[in-house]
């Protein structure tokens, strides 16, 4: 080559390289001011929260319910009313959880329901119990969530006649060791800034899947107006300051203490009874007597301990969910380690 080819060779190249930058910055502009069909859903996707969350039409939830047949009904509570639903063309069973119209009514423009749905439809963990989506309409809020069998921790422990004997020293363990889990990872990591408050942590709101894993529901969303059914699980402070995550905790040792002696709050009793007697060692009087006590006692001593530093009256001094989490799960490794006895 000789150098008049060679300098148009080289301005040849340079050129094209010239051509090739313009035509990226033109790419590039274009795909910013036009997305493409396939780069929207993506950018959504970065949101799981408005990714996951279904709306539903309310015709859809009567149709997945028979008209909200009271034959569908598995559970009846303070904020509304949960019937089994499958919807036409699925064959997965769902919970539906119709919130009462007068709880509706009452907080009429006190949250935005459906971005409050969409935030917890973000929620993945094994301990937490999925919500997949909503219905909204005049006077009607309608929650979506996964169907888990087989109960509530509430009614294991004290309704079935089988309940004590299924729920043994080990499965209790598990269980509030899964609990402490899924309310560390709904303090701690949800996408919600500052995380999200349960609320309300009580037994009824421990769903038991067939593995006898616990799985937390009803978290998150708090309708004014709403007494009944939360007094004994909430602290003092709520009264006035409202749900934190210290109350959270509180309720949290409550669900212990119910582990534990296998009684019932009776709207604060339980702590006012059990917590002297375990700080005294009083197991005999305090624990659940329908069950034989472990003979190593370590085990016992020491979630005694986590539940009188839970329910301690000042939320300062409690331990964060995530310290507890850390010494249940140490609890439950001793334990595939060394067993109860
Ligand atoms: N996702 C679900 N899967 C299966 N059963 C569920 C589900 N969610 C709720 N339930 C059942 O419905 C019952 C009623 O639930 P809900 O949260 O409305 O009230 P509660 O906890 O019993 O009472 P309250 O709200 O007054 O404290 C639960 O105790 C549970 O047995």
Avoid at 128 to 151: D, T
Avoid at 169 to 187: D, F
Avoid at 312 to 330: F, K
């Amino acid at each position: 080559m000789n150098t008049a080819e060679e300098i148009a060779y080289n301005f040849f190249l340079s050129l094209l390289a010239i051509i090739i930058i313009f035509l990226n910055i033109a790419l590039l502009l274009s795909c910013r001011k036009n997305p493409s069909p396939e780069t929207e859903p993506e950018l959504e996707d970065s949101s799981p929260a408005a990714a996951k969350a279904r709306a539903y039409q309310l015709s859809d939830i009567d149709a997945a319910t028979d008209g909200f047949n009271p034959l569908r009904i598995i559970g009846q509570g303070s904020s509304g009313t949960v019937y089994a639903a499958v919807f036409p063309g699925d064959d997965d069973l769902v919970a539906v959880k119709r919130i009462h119209p007068s709880l509706v009514l009452l907080n009429a423009g006190g949250f935005e329901f459906s971005s409050v749905i969409k935030t917890l439809s973000s929620a993945h963990h094994p301990n937490i119990a999925p919500v997949l989506g909503f219905s909204q309409a005049p006077g009607e809020r309608i929650v979506v969530m996964e169907f888990i069998g087989i109960q509530n921790l509430n009614h294991l422990l004290h309704e079935s006649p089988d309940g004590a004997s299924l729920l043994d020293w080990r499965r209790r363990l598990t269980i509030a060791a899964g609990v402490a889990r899924g309310i560390e990872y709904l303090h701690e990591r949800m996408s919600a800034p500052g995380g999200t408050i349960h609320g309300c942590v009580k037994p009824s709101k421990v769903l038991i899947d067939e593995r006898f894993r616990a799985k937390v529901c009803d978290y998150g969303i708090r309708f004014n107006g709403r007494r009944r059914g939360i007094v004994g699980y909430v602290d003092a402070e709520y009264w006035n300051r409202g749900a934190s995550k210290e109350s959270d905790v509180y309720g949290f040792g409550v669900v212990l203490l119910e582990l534990l002696t296998g009684r019932k709050s009776e709207e604060g009793l339980l702590v006012k009874w059990a917590v002297p007697l375990l700080k005294e060692m009083r197991f005999g009087e305090v624990l659940d007597p329908r069950l034989v006590a472990p003979s190593d006692m370590k085990m016992i001593v020491r979630l005694g301990k986590v539940a009188s530093a839970c329910v301690g009256n000042c939320r300062m001094s409690r331990p964060t969910m995530v310290q507890v989490a850390a010494i249940l799960n140490c609890l439950e490794l001793d334990h595939d380690r060394f067993g109860f006895d």
